[in-house]
């Protein structure tokens, strides 16, 4: 297991964690449409897969950035955080488009397998802090953590005559990621047992 790196008082630029020591790993560090993505090397997305984001209110939120991005340290996954503490504050601001609201890090998972290790070290590093609910996503349990199954590249599709985000099936035809609007899986993609608890919580809150 990678060891993890301990989060200073405050991170250069004013971001919310340290990524030079990253960079000095070999990772790649890059600041695209209004996120820090920090690639390990060599690293490849496929076209989708599960993903594990966590939010976060107030005094928590770089509390829970330092354990996303240990997280994702230790399992030499690609992830992405917003930058600032004002962006975070953005996040969580009425107004903010559904497929974004709440979000404040993402870790790009893959496959199922994985997954369940994930979430289980993000909510025991993140035990006792708070954030939001994130509608597109499932949460699991009382951390600030959940999962989604999504595209990993942007990718477009046409539906009556509206340009819509889509999802690459496994035949290969392009679809509507539904999962961008509202919690929902595609039909090919089934909710790991592990995990079924959490949507039977999240019926019960509804």
Request: charged share 25%.
């Amino acid at each position: 297991m990678t060891d993890v790196l301990t989060a200073p008082p405050a991170a250069p630029d004013d971001l919310l964690v340290d990524v030079t020591l990253l960079e000095g790993r070999g990772w790649d560090v890059v600041r695209e449409r209004g996120w820090v993505q920090c690639s390990p090397p060599g690293a490849v997305l496929p076209p989708a897969g599960w993903k594990a984001h966590v939010s976060a209110r107030g005094e928590h939120v770089r509390a829970v950035v330092t354990a996303l991005r240990d997280v994702a340290l230790e399992h030499g996954l690609v992830f992405k955080f917003l930058p600032t503490v004002q962006d975070a504050r953005r996040s969580n601001s009425k107004g903010t488009l559904r497929s974004i609201s709440g979000k404040l890090g993402c870790v790009y998972v893959g496959d199922a397998a994985t997954l369940e290790g994930v979430v289980a070290d993000l909510r025991r590093r993140t035990r006792g802090l708070d954030g939001p609910d994130i509608l597109t996503d499932l949460r699991c349990g009382p951390e600030p953590v959940f999962i989604r199954y999504g595209a990993f590249e942007e990718v477009w599709t046409f539906v009556d005559g509206q340009r819509r985000l889509g999802l690459r099936a496994p035949d290969g035809r392009l679809v509507v990621d539904e999962g961008r609007s509202r919690w929902t899986l595609p039909p090919w993609v089934a909710l790991p047992a592990w995990a079924e608890v959490f949507l039977a919580e999240r019926g019960a809150r509804r």
